[in-house]
């Protein structure tokens, strides 16, 4: 879900004043005269989408195919065929969110099988980097080849990721496969349900937009807690490898329908001459070198190598021979800096097709909102990775116990969310929102500094978890239509995109901080506070929750355990808060658009 640090700057990325000032003039300055074009030079049309009504019964004629195909879809099908979509969508949510809630539970018993507990936090990193380097070229995708092409692609990589996942073999082997999967099962459930993000704003209008995205994330409502109970059963009397190899029978079932239902439309669109399918006269080896220059494949490499390079020394120095001093931790460093570096110059005088977009970059509310998606999701991810062990080992809870506290979340926003996006609907308005939710993520994080520690009562932990749904879920629906209010049809999957890569590099982060702090506190605690017949079992309670969970509650290791964690904890979210200030910086950044005035789509839509 930028600013982001990674910014393009092309020779001509300084227009002229009167060239700003121009676009500056048509920017919204009340509510009674909103605006038609944005910050970014993109046109934007108000109700009706256009003067001339022949012009809102066929595709844009200035749109790429894949935005032209979808315009066509829609104004092809009728309502049961949107209903069917809608459905399609929830039940694609559904299985994405049991999948996730089994996998928060399950991984930290899949990575302590192999003694690798305290490698959590790579994993997550390497996961949020090359997550975050995908969403750029799939929206190409999406507008060069179409919604449902690159919809299918997405289920074909998480469903291999989840084969990966439950084959894995040894600690080698499931560390490779995490690598791998991070390329499948990561970047595929991610671009799936970006893909059906896509979609969503494709078949709805922008004042309910607010409300879709409510509709197709309510499934979390259930997950929740059938979620936490399936991986109990899935640990207790089967394993933890179905855990995971059950969805890679499930998932392609279940997105088949929406698949077969674009394309079947979009044949009913060619045979009514809504869109036509031309040839591009280009070789095989034309065709390869076209694409690789267009989805900027040496970009994508560049960046999420180097990200991910940068980031892992953070949580790796702790356990190396001579920490920070180890040669390939500090080689680590300078290769990642330098991937960066390179990056940004590719971008600037190299890329044909850019990574980012500069005029995405330049939009206020754009920046203002990706911002705060990257500040949020580092503040949440400063402590969230180590949450479920905590609550296991220092609140003595059960795997689903734990699933369920930790999916308070999940329940709160699933329900909340359709009431905001009524609201979004009857007012217009979004960024009022924030002022509320902002204030509340950040008090009630600072709240769990003083409760997330041993021998609290657990209804205060929830507490605290139920202020940071309700801010949080707000957040998220708040940053999404700020960048789509923003923007135009013609742009919805890149500033989709655009806001998808700063919330992951913002996770990619967040788990580095976590990474980081866990590996220079808990191991030094734990070793102070381990009572000395303990000691000799060190690395072995370090690296293994089982180990860990196998001590009596009240025994003086358990106690010295339980000890540990709370410091750890207290270090985590006392960064993830400090960070969350910056938010309000952002906020002030976002533009205050009426949506319900703003037209992006065309045919039979929510």
């Known amino acids: 879900m930028s600013a982001s640090t990674f910014s393009r700057f092309k020779p001509d990325f300084l227009r002229k004043k ?68 809608f459905f399609n969508m929830w039940m694609l949510y559904f299985v994405n969110a049991m999948q996730l809630s089994i996998l928060y539970n399950l991984l930290p018993f899949a990575t302590s099988a192999f003694e690798a507990h305290s490698l959590l936090t790579v994993i997550y990193i390497v996961s949020n980097s090359m997550t975050a380097a995908i969403y750029i070229p799939l929206a190409k995708m999406l507008d060069l080849w179409g919604r449902a092409e690159g919809f299918l692609l997405m289920v074909g990589f998480a469903t291999l990721g989840m084969i990966l996942m439950a084959s894995s073999n040894g600690i080698t082997t499931f560390c490779v496969a995490q690598l791998t999967i991070q390329v499948f099962y990561s970047i595929g459930f991610g671009g799936l349900i970006y893909s059906v993000d896509v979609i969503t704003a494709d078949v709805s209008k922008l004042k309910n937009r607010g409300l879709a995205y409510a509709f197709t994330s309510s499934p979390y409502i259930i997950t929740a ?11 207790y009397n089967v394993s933890w490898r179905w855990g995971f190899g059950a ?17 079947i439309h979009l044949k009913k669109a060619e045979s009514h001459g809504l869109v036509v399918r031309e040839r591009s006269g280009r070789s095989l080896g034309q065709n390869i070198w076209f694409y690789v220059q267009e989805f900027d494949a040496l970009g994508v490499f560049l960046f999420a190598s180097g990200l991910t390079i940068f980031l892992l020394p953070f949580t790796l120095a702790d356990t190396a021979p001579q920490g920070w001093k180890s040669g390939y931790i500090i080689a680590m460093i300078i290769v990642g800096f330098v991937l960066l570096v390179l990056f940004g110059l590719h971008e600037s005088f190299l890329a044909k097709q850019p990574f980012l977009n500069v005029n995405l970059l330049t939009n206020r509310t754009v920046i203002g909102a990706c911002s705060l998606c990257t500040t949020y999701q580092i503040s949440y991810y400063c402590w969230n990775s180590y949450f479920s062990s905590f609550l296991q080992v220092v609140s003595n809870l059960s795997i689903a116990e734990a699933g369920y506290v930790g999916s308070t979340f999940d329940v709160l926003s699933g329900a909340l969310l359709l009431g905001v996006g009524l609201l979004i609907r009857k007012t217009g308005y979004f960024k009022w929102l924030l002022y509320f939710a902002v204030p509340l993520y950040i008090f ?28 949080g879920a707000i957040i998220i629906i708040c940053e999404q239509l700020a960048v789509l209010a923003a923007s135009d049809h013609q742009h919805v ?18 788990n580095s901080i976590c990474g980081a702090i866990w590996t220079n506190t808990f191991p030094e605690a734990l070793m102070r506070f381990l009572p000395e017949e303990s000691q000799a079992d ?23 355990i339980q000890k540990a964690y709370g410091y750890a904890q207290e270090k985590m979210l006392i960064a993830g808060t400090c960070i969350m200030v910056l938010s309000f910086v952002w906020v002030l950044m976002i533009r205050n658009i009426n949506v319900a005035k703003i037209s992006q789509t065309k045919g039979t839509v929510f």
């Open 18 to 85: 009167e060239e700003t000032a121009a676009v500056d003039s048509t920017l919204p300055v009340d509510d009674k005269n909103p605006a038609t074009v944005t910050g970014d030079g993109i046109a934007r049309t108000q109700e009706p989408a256009s003067d001339d009504p022949e012009k809102d019964v066929v595709p844009a004629e200035d749109a790429q195919r894949g935005v032209q195909q979808v315009e066509a879809v829609t104004l092809t099908w009728t309502k049961p065929y949107l209903i069917a979509v």
């Open 493 to 510: 999957a890149a500033v989709l995109a655009l806001l998808y890569v700063s919330g992951n590099i913002g996770g990619a982060v967040g």
């Open 538 to 560: 060190f690395d072995t309670i370090y690296g293994d929750l089982d180990t860990q969970l196998s001590y009596a509650v009240g025994s003086p290791t358990r106690i010295g």
């Open 444 to 471: 009630a994080q600072g709240l769990m500094i003083h409760f997330r520690q041993p021998n609290q009562y657990i209804g205060y932990i929830v507490m605290c978890q139920i202020f940071i749904s309700v801010g």
């Open 247 to 263: 969805f890679s029978i499930i998932l392609p079932f279940v997105a088949a329908p929406l698949f077969f239902i674009l394309k």
């Open 225 to 235: 807690f059938a979620g936490s109970k399936v991986s109990d059963e899935f640990y």
